[in-house]
């Protein structure tokens, strides 16, 4: 499709144009607690899965435990809770990718009625993320990143696999002016799936077919592209607010023709916040600047 290729030329350019830059660790002393216990709250209001064109409002309060050691990191960061350092030098690394596509009941979904509940489907696997060179375009950092996420569903603490997702990321990022480091952070997700991950969303089994929902089997190939901006503010030492807004778009994708694909264009919006009560008097370890 056009989209797609406008997107892949784009993004082969870039690496033609902005060289790399690999050295060895510099490292920094960093001043924070190997441990801390914070409060947090998640608050989404956008589709229900990926091109539908039913929305759904979805809040998660929950005690949030930070950790912060030399190989893995959990917590720290709002978007990416799981980090680890499997390899890292000053501009590239390789590291944990995370995603979340929260459950949806079948029945307040036009086009899923009668059908099974979409449970909550997590997906985490390895990213390798590279820095461009210095100096960069609007005077931030510029990163690219090629994920590969496995993702599993889950049916209360039971996992199932539920396939694949390849990610190619551009994102941008600007530490804004003043002392608490607030920044802005604008990504650019094009997602290529499966067949059994597009299983989850789009496929119809014939069970659950009727005369306006025939059965489809889904098939493997581009999922959609996510537009994302977010916002960081650290209000203080302990508070945290994180506001995020994200376009979606879905034309051209490989089950598009799904009775269950019933929206190319959906939104979101999204805020968090944390709260932080308690720490710990020893200090994280000695890490690069990437972390």
């Known amino acids: 499709m056009p989209f797609r290729l406008i997107l892949a030329q784009t993004i082969t ?9 690999v050295a060895e660790d510099a490292g920094e002393e960093d001043t924070e607690a190997l441990w801390e216990m914070r409060l ?3 608050g989404r209001y956008g589709a229900a899965y990926p091109a539908s064109e039913e929305y759904q409002v979805d809040i998660i309060p929950l005690p949030l435990p930070i950790y912060r050691g030399k190989f893995l990191r959990l917590g720290d960061d709002q978007e990416n809770p799981i980090r680890g350092r499997l390899f890292r030098r000053e501009r590239i690394k390789l590291d944990f990718a995370f995603d979340l596509n ?4 079948s029945d307040d979904i036009d086009a899923r009625t009668g059908m099974p509940d979409l449970d909550l489907l997590l997906e985490v696997g390895p990213e390798l993320e590279l820095e461009f060179a210095s100096p960069a375009p609007f005077d931030g950092r510029w990163f690219l990143g090629l994920q590969l996420r496995p993702a599993f569903s889950f049916d209360g603490l039971d996992p199932t696999y539920q396939g694949l997702v390849f990610s190619p990321e551009l994102t941008y990022r600007k530490k804004l002016a003043g002392k608490l480091k607030n920044e802005i952070k604008i990504r650019l997700t094009p997602a290529f799936a499966n067949s059994k991950y597009m299983d989850f969303f789009y496929s119809v089994d014939p069970a659950f077919a009727t005369p306006e929902r025939p059965a489809f089997n889904a098939k493997s190939g581009y999922l959609g592209t996510d537009f994302t901006v977010n916002l960081l503010r650290r209000l203080n030492d302990s508070f945290e607010l994180l506001l995020g ?6 034309q051209g994708a490989a089950n598009e023709d799904s009775p269950l694909f019933t929206d190319d264009m959906t939104y979101s919006v999204y805020a968090a916040f944390t709260w932080k009560f308690w720490e710990s008097e020893r200090r994280a370890p000695q890490i690069d600047s990437l972390l």
């Not at 350019?13 to 830059?21: E, S, W």
Request: aromatic share 14%; no cysteine; hydrophobic share 55%.
């Open 245 to 250: 807004a994200r376009v979606s778009s879905h």
């Open 102 to 105: 929260f459950p949806s009941d």
């Open 13 to 21: 350019t870039l690496l033609l144009t902005i060289p790399f830059a």
């Open 40 to 42: 947090a709250a998640f």
